[in-house]
């Protein structure tokens, strides 16, 4: 997902490309477009009360923001029902920024808080078809990506973790087929902004990403279950995908799947710049280091802070625009802290020096911790979690 800066008059979100105008995502507008719900305080209220867990930070603060059908969801898991997890990546660089940690670290969260099994999808056949890269890299990066992913906590006796380019085949063929077999050339066109000049790989995909919406797709996993329903968590980037998925859906027979979608992160320069991977400025990755982490944040975060002290202490911060504000929103667990930092900020009592150095902080023990569970990761846990085999405790 990347957040280009152009003139165009109208934003564009779609799972290859995200621009606005002004470089500022209108959600509100873009979840009217799309046609999915806002999360409200109920929803999160309900699924507190449903699993005895407190929300999620992503959820009390609305990073996960939107939904379809998640009130079915929990509808039928309060009358007993369960339901399983499907969420993904493209590896398509070598180490992951905080930004694609964010749907991982709450999958994890929903994964315990629901105790429900979750299939992972690596599509290293989409970044074969979308970037610059040979096969055997695609797959390469896949396994390097499947071990930070871990290193996010996933329980094995609840997690599938697989790659296009080993895992499609048999029933999930199927799927993709009875998938490709009801979609045009136009409605993919209309979804995903798909072009006559663009190779037909992009024409042939999508159904890849739709078949493991589908729980039949995983016969050593739901035998005899292809009415179990599905949660996909995902950035709302991934939604024309799930669109055509659930049009589809009843047609063949399946059920739809439900979506519960996050707000992008924001670049360290500021929300209407590009995170990309050719900048390692723009962004912070699970593999730097704590002095990089302080570096770059007292660098390049953007600043809501007055010119000067002076200035500052009269007139405050511009929470809106400032970027260690948001991060610490996205990272700093602790809600009263948060609020507290954000009045002391605004009413020019604290300094954007001081924020930086909270964030730097929350920032350096994140990674660190992720580095020291990333480096627990073997190949064979690798294996373990990607062989295709019953999960006979799944929903324990
Ligand atoms: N297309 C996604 C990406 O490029 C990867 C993906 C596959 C995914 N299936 C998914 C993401 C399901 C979220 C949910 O990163």
């Not at 390692?280 to 953007?302: L, R």
């Not at 480096?375 to 324990?396: C, H, I, K, S, Y």
């Amino acid at each position: 997902m990347e957040i280009e800066e152009v003139a165009a008059a109208e934003q564009v979100v779609t799972p290859w490309e995200v621009s606005a105008p002004d470089g500022v995502i209108d959600y509100d507008k873009l979840v009217d477009r799309f046609g999915c719900q806002l999360i409200d305080a109920a929803i999160v209220d309900r699924i507190a009360h449903l699993t005895l867990c407190p929300p999620h930070r992503f959820l009390r603060r609305g990073i996960f923001f939107a939904h379809r059908d998640l009130n079915r969801i929990l509808d039928l898991y309060e009358a007993g029902e369960k339901f399983y997890l499907y969420t993904g990546r493209g590896p398509s660089s070598e180490s992951l920024h905080l930004g694609h940690l964010i749907p991982f670290m709450f999958t994890k969260y929903l994964q315990d808080a629901f105790k429900v099994p979750l299939v992972i999808q690596l599509t290293d056949d989409e970044k074969f078809l979308w970037k610059n890269l040979t096969i055997a890299e695609c797959k390469r990066l896949a396994r390097e990506n499947a071990k930070d992913i871990i290193a996010c906590g996933f329980d094995v006796e609840r997690t599938f973790i697989f790659t296009d380019l080993n895992y499609v085949g048999g029933a999930f063929y199927e799927n993709m087929l009875e998938v490709a077999k009801r979609v045009t050339y136009n409605n993919l066109r209309g979804i995903l902004g798909i072009t006559p000049e663009d190779h037909i790989g992009k024409v042939s995909f999508p159904p890849v990403q739709a078949a493991p919406s589908f729980p039949s797709s995983f016969p050593h996993l739901f035998p005899g279950n292809d009415q179990l329903r599905c949660l996909i968590p995902c950035a709302i980037d991934q939604d024309p995908y799930f669109r055509m998925t659930r049009d589809v859906a009843p047609k063949i027979g399946f059920q739809k799947p439900s979506l519960i979608e996050s707000r992008f992160f924001p670049a360290l320069q500021g929300e209407s710049t590009k995170m990309s991977a050719s900048d390692p400025n723009s962004a912070i990755y699970v593999t730097d280091s704590s002095k990089q982490i302080k570096a770059k944040v007292n660098k390049y975060a953007f600043s809501g802070g007055q010119a000067s002290v002076e200035l500052h202490r009269k007139l405050g911060a511009n929470l809106d625009v400032d970027v260690p504000i948001k991060y610490l929103n996205f990272f700093l667990e602790d809600d009263d802290e948060l609020d507290h930092i954000k009045k002391e900020y605004k009413e020019g009592r604290m300094l954007t020096g001081e924020v930086k150095q909270r964030l730097i902080a929350v920032l350096s023990e994140l990674v660190a911790r992720h580095q020291r569970a990333r480096a627990q990761v073997t190949e064979e846990m690798v294996d373990a979690f990607m062989a295709v085999r019953p999960l006979p405790n799944m929903f324990g």
